[in-house]
């Protein structure tokens, strides 16, 4: 069978990389011939977890076309958060949990997206499926990519059976699920050798909001007063960002995983907009939005709403 | 739980009728309401069906954000084969096996296309999934979807996924396989008592090729002269659709289910795209592709490419 490349996101979270490595381990145990490559750098939460379960991260890839004729995706549907070259390949699986936009097809394919809290919620199924076994190494990642998605099953996107599957997985991976993932996050929580153009842009996405162009960048942290002792520097780093991409605005939401909460800092000629989307009053730049912890159902929503109104 | 509809695309077939109704049936026993509607009138063959194993057909409707918020669609995607008020309701899943296109979602959903045969092939592991047993009429409702869309297993579309399940399913509903689909093709081949306009438009679909807008309508016959014979109305029938919706070209593709060959009948300014295409001479209009049966498979490929190059 000939050979095929299966990959997620640019900027890649731990759900993409670790996904990746255990579609292709399950294709592998189905006879097919799947590698799991990467768009970009791996951040420190992921290392983690590839180290602690000793795995070998993914090679990272700019293009695919010059290798393979065609290819999975995991984590992620828009081709605009794809491999540059996407339109020269056929896609014959895709394996998400976001919402669809953008995709087409020639024909028919394997598409498969669930209003999951994580891509390997989906593929934890898919061995069940198949009746394929899951190695101890293997239920480590898929518990890591539940842990990252769901801030330590703590998201609003969690959903019940994510909850149950990363119970199920921490057994065979023989992990204590708190304390493995305490450890996980807080990897992923040092902000102290991450310079401020990284902070801002390692988790950054840009969501068209109107007529506004608007980049929301989120940094999970133990301590969020690490963060904004930097606040001069992520300013400077930001506004550069905001003249080079022509961005109404800039929110950089600075999300603490033991309290779960996140201080935002946003800037732009459109900030009115946080404070009318979340009911609150910027002072020097910042806000405190309690409880509010996903990007995706809590921050994107009301300030799409916001520009809307 | 809230009341949802679940529904398949405009002209229905067997396949989305019936579909329609096991995805509801499936729904109910998994405690969630939904109720099974269609876009249009049940044909002969897909009534030979309901009436064979005691099912009633689902009600008709021509919008549904009258009367709920939520929907389903299954055997489609893309929303100009859907209701017209589609945008005006949430979509919770879908579940196909054509291409990809237009489809767009605000939020994450259960959507599930994958590339076989029959959307009904796909229910029947999610009976198994949810380890829900299937009842003797459904699993003939199911078992005529795959016959349907199928040919009875002789279309290129069919997996060897559809051929097992079809065994499975004829099994659980009593019958046997090769008579009971013989005979429902048989009842939907009767072109007799229908009207020139209606053997046009019961199953046509409109493609846009490279600048140029082709419809193509299939009809399963038994007696490819039966209705030959009727040329001269059916010219008419096309012609007057070819000025009404701006055509560049009409096919009519008539396809023996004994002998699995199509007789195709091509009007319009760019009838020669049909020769380019299948490498034949229209012979007063019409000409014989031989083992031609699916217009998924082996009609729209090499036509758009005729009008590509
Ligand atoms: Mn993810
Ligand atoms: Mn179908």
Do not use: W
Not at 137 to 149: F, T, V
Not at 156 to 179: F, R
Request: proline content about 3%; some cysteine.
């Amino acid at each position: 069978m000939e050979k095929r490349l299966v990959f997620g996101h640019k900027s890649p979270d731990t759900d993409t990389v670790c996904s990746a490595l255990v579609y292709a381990d399950l294709k592998k145990k189905l006879g097919e011939d799947f590698e799991a490559v990467r768009l970009g750098t791996v951040n420190e939460e992921t290392k983690f977890a590839l180290d602690y379960f000793g795995v070998e991260a993914p090679r990272q890839v700019e293009t695919v076309s010059n290798e393979v004729n065609e290819v999975a995706l995991v984590d992620h549907n828009e081709p605009q958060q794809s491999v540059d070259d996407l339109k020269d390949v056929r896609i014959v699986e895709v394996v998400d949990h976001h919402r669809i936009s953008n995709f087409e097809s020639a024909e028919p394919l394997y598409f498969r997206v669930e209003p999951v809290g994580c891509t390997a919620t989906i593929l934890r199924k898919m061995y069940k499926e198949n009746g394929v076994e899951i190695e101890k190494s293997i239920a480590g990642l898929m518990l890591s990519c539940i842990i990252s998605d769901t801030l330590l099953l703590k998201s609003p996107t969690c959903t019940q059976e994510d909850i149950d599957t990363a119970k199920e997985l921490s057994e065979i991976a023989g992990v204590d699920l708190d304390a493995y993932g305490l450890d996980m996050l807080k990897a992923g929580a040092n902000t102290k050798d991450t310079s401020a153009a990284d902070l801002i842009s390692l988790d950054a996405k840009e969501f068209p909001m109107g007529d506004a162009k608007v980049e929301i960048a989120q940094v999970n942290v133990v301590d969020t007063e690490e963060v904004l002792a930097r606040k001069e520097e992520l300013k400077d780093a930001m506004t550069s960002k905001i003249d080079d991409k022509g961005l109404n605005l800039f929110v950089l939401a600075i999300t603490d995983i033991l309290k779960n909460d996140s201080t935002v800092l946003a800037l732009g000629k459109n900030t009115e907009k946080v404070e009318e989307a979340f009911n609150t009053t910027l002072q020097d730049d910042v806000a405190v939005l309690e409880g509010v912890v996903s990007r995706k159902k809590q921050i994107v929503p009301p300030l799409t709403n916001a520009f809307k109104g």
